[in-house]
């Protein structure tokens, strides 16, 4: 492992190494050094103040995913020493009270109960207005009690946990009133980042005018998940792939997102953006973009971003023609009671809503590796089974010589649940026949790597925050290239109120999905079941 001084503080896969103690070890030892207090450019003293706030600290997101991973950074001695965090939002909450709201996601294990205690008492919560500037110059006075009365160097973090509507006046109350004196300031900005091309960008030119580049975060959490991290390394630390990683080889590349349960009564709010907007447009399209980029001059986070971008660039906007939309619809025989409901019988859902629940779309990559391979993203509500996984599909072999028994090989890289690798291939049956049948090579994480906890992707990112490190983060040429792909289609389906087709809840969405995978060079055989290793 590498032990190269800057390695954290320029973010050369620093949360990569966070699942060893050894790597913990460095870690922290690296977040106590002056390092980790570069000021875009400038050193300053090792133990510099950090305070991280939380701007819609009385969310479902804040209160899920933000403070149990700040909690489990700070369990874990991978935050600066000094580090306060201040959560502040519209709600009249006590201290007490928002803590009660995060208690049952933050997963303490016997023993921690002290550290816990620790971590509270590092908290503090103020409510204010999301549109007043004197709240946030109250705000701002919070923040400097906090900073041991060294606020020329401190450091700050705001995690806009908050509805796009206040992104715009909050961003601006931040920029005029809230800034660290000397230290930095990051801004991590959760999506949806607009809901099309105009408006992404009037929300792109809009931080421009008060952040540079290097300060902004645009958070999208697949991006670190360990199985998506795993993609460079598997590519370009491989001599075995990579001369079968193009268009000569590969038929067809499937990137799939599956949950089994529908908008478990929350519809109205997924209703405003879709299916292809909440997850299609960013987070299956940053994993296409990790599948098939070309290797990077370096690991540098903007080296790795160029080549995304490059990739973005083949890709011509997505039309009706390429795409299968379905809606589900509930099943009267199911023994689940929500499994019996419908996306429309949701009673947040507007009567009539043509809104997907499910989407199949075909990109293709008009550059030399990848001329003529269909990519297939898929993603849905209410389906058969949860599941995120990448799906290589090679070639057929040629010159045949087993009379069609033969199948494609497939190389998966499965995200979620229970991390794995594996590649299907064929070979004779056990025995005394000479018959054929599917098997695997398999890298299964909870089999291979007994007992190893592996980051919550929240971990990864905050940490990058903190790192300086915008590996992991869509930068703004990526985003305003992943709508420009998408917002046609999402403008035709919207303007001609495109119906989707129905699909019956817990089925594997509408058949004409199967179809448009059949006629894009994806073999289904439906044969084959994936064995779990034994522990």
Not at 71 to 94: E, K, V
Not at 278 to 303: F, G, R, T, W, Y
Not at 355 to 366: C, E, G, Q, V
Request: with cysteine; proline share 5%.
């Amino acid at each position: 492992m590498s032990r190269h001084p800057n390695s954290l503080a320029n973010g050369h896969q620093c949360v990569l190494r966070a699942s060893t103690e050894e790597s913990l070890a460095f870690i922290r030892q690296s977040l106590k050094s002056e390092e980790m207090g570069h000021l875009e450019g400038t050193h300053f003293e090792n133990l510099a103040p950090h305070v991280f706030v939380t701007l819609g600290a009385s969310g479902d997101l804040a209160k899920k995913k933000i403070y149990p991973t700040l909690w489990w950074l700070f369990r874990d001695n991978l935050l600066p020493q000094a580090t306060t965090f201040i959560g502040y939002a519209r709600s009249r909450l006590s201290l007490k009270e928002l803590r009660e709201k995060c208690e049952p996601y933050m997963k303490v294990k016997p023993g921690e109960e002290e550290r816990y205690e620790e971590f509270w008492q590092l908290n503090h919560y103020m409510a204010g207005s999301y549109d007043c500037a004197v709240d946030f110059t109250e705000l701002n006075r919070l923040i400097e009690q906090h900073e041991n009365g060294n606020g020329q160097f401190a450091n700050r973090l705001f995690y806009l946990a908050l509805p796009p509507s206040v992104f715009e006046t909050v961003t601006v109350h931040i920029r005029h009133t809230c800034m660290a004196q000397k230290g930095w300031t990051r801004i991590i900005v959760e999506k949806p980042f607009g809901r099309d091309a105009a408006t992404s960008q009037m929300l792109s030119d809009h931080l421009a005018g008060l952040f540079k580049e290097e300060q902004l975060y645009r958070i999208d959490h697949y991006l670190g998940k360990e199985m998506v991290q795993n993609l460079m390394t598997l590519r370009f630390g491989n001599r075995i792939f990579s001369p079968t990683w193009n268009r000569d080889h590969v038929a067809s590349v499937m990137i799939t997102f599956k949950e089994p349960f529908g908008t478990q009564g929350r519809g109205g709010y997924f209703d405003e953006f879709g299916i292809i907007r909440d997850v299609m447009q960013n987070h299956l399209l940053q994993i296409l973009s990790l599948v098939a980029m070309e290797k990077p001059a370096s690991c540098h986070p903007d080296d790795i971003r160029n080549e995304k971008v490059k990739v973005l660039r083949n890709i011509k906007p997505v039309t009706l023609k390429d795409v299968v939309l379905g809606q589900y619809i509930g099943d009267p025989e199911a023994s689940d009671p929500e499994a019996r409901l419908g996306y429309l019988d949701d009673k947040t859902v507007p009567a009539g809503s043509n809104t997907p629940t499910y989407a199949m779309a075909k990109l293709t990559i008009n550059n030399e590796r990848w001329d003529g391979v269909p990519f297939l993203l898929r993603c849905g509500k209410a389906l058969n089974e949860k599941k995120a996984e990448v799906r290589i599909q090679y070639r057929d072999v040629p010159g045949d010589i087993f009379d069609g028994k033969g199948k494609r090989n497939e190389m998966v890289i499965r995200v979620q649940p229970g991390e794995a690798l594996y590649i299907k291939m064929m070979t004779k049956s056990p025995g005394i026949t000479f018959d054929m049948e599917e098997t695997e090579l398999d890298l299964t994480y909870s089999n291979r790597y007994k007992g190893m906890k592996l980051p919550d992707a929240y971990e990864r990112l905050i940490l990058d925050v903190f790192c300086g490190s915008q590996m992991h983060f869509v930068r703004n040429d990526e985003l305003s290239e992943a709508w420009r792909i998408f917002t046609p289609l999402l403008h035709q389906i919207e303007k001609q109120k495109i119906h989707p087709i129905s699909y019956k809840y817990g089925s594997r969405g509408p058949k004409e999905a199967d179809e448009m995978s059949k006629q894009n060079n994806f073999a289904y055989y439906g044969s084959y079941k994936w064995v779990r290793p034994s522990a």
